[in-house]
């Protein structure tokens, strides 16, 4: 039985739709539905058992036959202002995680982030070992908890001590895609924007305060949720070398770029109004994030990246546009 954590959240309810349709059903479901109606992101979906997140603890100590553990249960939030709730759920719950897969000798696939590189300065090299880690500086609480713990992985591999058989911290890049409606304010550019066209608004991005970038020139590796679950089926298939690896396309585009591809998948003339930066995010702000690919390639995946524009024209096309909420 394959144990996945986060199956309701978005990534987690792609990749369990991606399993089904692969013909894996024998799964245990890790999460808290809530009320914000993430249940929704399971209709459909097939599972052998739920398990409430306070419940895992014992779940896991009760001698289920697992077969490998997905970890996607986090705090993904990069405002987060909680140190103490990060830490217990990034850092503390992952490396229980972890524990239990060395002890078991179960193969172990976790989410690591893009937010862990932080400006950029050091590049997006998904090397895993100390010293390259140690170089990384996050700008933010959420990227800071999920570096730690990358560190601590590196230190125990380093150090020879116990660790799952095959393991691989995947580096999510900015992913967008269905079965996000959950989200709040962490919501993608992408659903925003179109919710923003839709109401008559423009769409409002940040201006730069920098001088060497143009308003809207900001720039991610925005990748499609159908990207990143294809990696993550490849790495469970368990020939890939254990690591860190990127999940991205392997190209930056700007965040102008994406409003005028939602514009062009609405059919609508582009209206783009810049906004200040917050003061919040002055100093903790990416600029600039591109995935390094070279490992993963290197390693044998050789699946082709949605690109931006066919990307987006389908999410909001077959998801988004309209009042009613459609989910994968």
């Given at each position: 039985?394959?144990?996945?954590?986060?199956?309701?959240?978005?990534?987690?309810?792609?990749?369990?739709?991606?399993?089904?349709?692969?013909?894996?059903?024998?799964?245990?479901?890790?999460?808290?539905?809530?009320?914000?109606?993430?249940?929704?992101?399971?209709?459909?979906?097939?599972?052998?058992?739920?398990?409430?997140?306070?419940?895992?603890?014992?779940?896991?100590?009760?001698?289920?036959?697992?077969?490998?553990?997905?970890?996607?249960?986090?705090?993904?939030?990069?405002?987060?202002?909680?140190?103490?709730?990060?830490?217990?759920?990034?850092?503390?719950?992952?490396?229980?995680?972890?524990?239990?897969?060395?002890?078991?000798?179960?193969?172990?696939?976790?989410?690591s982030s893009a937010?862990?590189?932080?400006?950029?300065?050091q590049g997006f090299l998904d090397a895993?070992?100390?010293?390259?880690?140690?170089?990384?500086?996050?700008?933010?609480?959420?990227?800071?908890?999920?570096?730690?713990?990358?560190?601590?992985?590196?230190?125990?591999?380093?150090?020879?001590?116990?660790?799952?058989?095959?393991?691989?911290?995947?580096?999510?890049?900015?992913?967008?895609?269905?079965?996000?409606?959950?989200?709040?304010?962490?919501?993608?550019?992408?659903?925003?924007?179109?919710?923003?066209?839709?109401?008559?608004?423009?769409?409002?991005?940040?201006?730069?305060?920098?001088?060497?970038?143009?308003?809207?020139?900001?720039?991610?590796?925005?990748?499609?949720?159908?990207?990143?679950?294809?990696?993550?089926?490849?790495?469970?298939?368990?020939?890939?070398?254990?690591?860190?690896?990127?999940?991205?396309?392997?190209?930056?585009?700007?965040?102008?770029?994406?409003?005028?591809?939602?514009?062009?998948?609405?059919?609508?003339?582009?209206?783009?109004?810049?906004?200040?930066?917050?003061?919040?995010?002055?100093?903790?702000?990416?600029?600039?994030?591109?995935?390094?690919?070279?490992?993963?390639?290197?390693?044998?995946?050789?699946?082709?990246?949605?690109?931006?524009?066919?990307?987006?024209?389908?999410?909001?096309?077959?998801?988004?546009?309209?009042?009613?909420?459609?989910?994968?």
């Amino acid at each position: 039985m394959l144990l996945l954590t986060g199956a309701a959240g978005f990534i987690g309810s792609n990749l369990l739709a991606d399993l089904n349709e692969n013909g894996v059903t024998n799964i245990a479901i890790c999460d808290d539905l809530g009320s914000e109606g993430k249940w929704l992101n399971l209709r459909g979906r097939e599972f052998a058992e739920f398990i409430p997140i306070a419940e895992l603890p014992a779940w896991l100590e009760s001698g289920k036959p697992v077969s490998g553990v997905v970890h996607l249960g986090a705090n993904s939030s990069t405002t987060a202002t909680d140190g103490d709730e990060i830490m217990r759920l990034n850092f503390n719950a992952s490396l229980s995680l972890w524990n239990f897969c060395a002890r078991r000798r179960i193969p172990f696939v976790y989410a690591s982030s893009a937010a862990t590189y932080g400006d950029g300065a050091q590049g997006f090299l998904d090397a895993d070992d100390s010293d390259h880690l140690a170089k990384l500086t996050p700008l933010n609480l959420y990227g800071w908890s999920k570096h730690v713990f990358d560190r601590r992985i590196a230190r125990t591999i380093e150090r020879g001590e116990a660790a799952p058989p095959r393991w691989y911290g995947v580096k999510f890049f900015n992913v967008y895609g269905p079965n996000e409606h959950h989200k709040a304010h962490m919501r993608s550019p992408v659903y925003n924007i179109t919710k923003a066209i839709e109401s008559g608004a423009p769409a409002r991005l940040f201006a730069s305060d920098r001088p060497d970038i143009p308003d809207g020139g900001q720039s991610r590796d925005f990748v499609h949720v159908n990207d990143v679950c294809a990696i993550m089926l490849w790495l469970l298939r368990g020939t890939a070398p254990s690591g860190l690896y990127n999940a991205g396309t392997g190209g930056a585009r700007s965040f102008a770029d994406m409003a005028r591809a939602v514009y062009a998948a609405l059919g609508v003339a582009p209206n783009i109004e810049f906004i200040p930066m917050p003061d919040q995010l002055k100093g903790r702000y990416q600029y600039w994030t591109e995935a390094d690919l070279g490992k993963l390639r290197g390693a044998g995946y050789n699946g082709a990246p949605t690109s931006l524009e066919d990307g987006v024209r389908d999410y909001v096309v077959s998801y988004l546009a309209g009042d009613a909420l459609r989910f994968r």
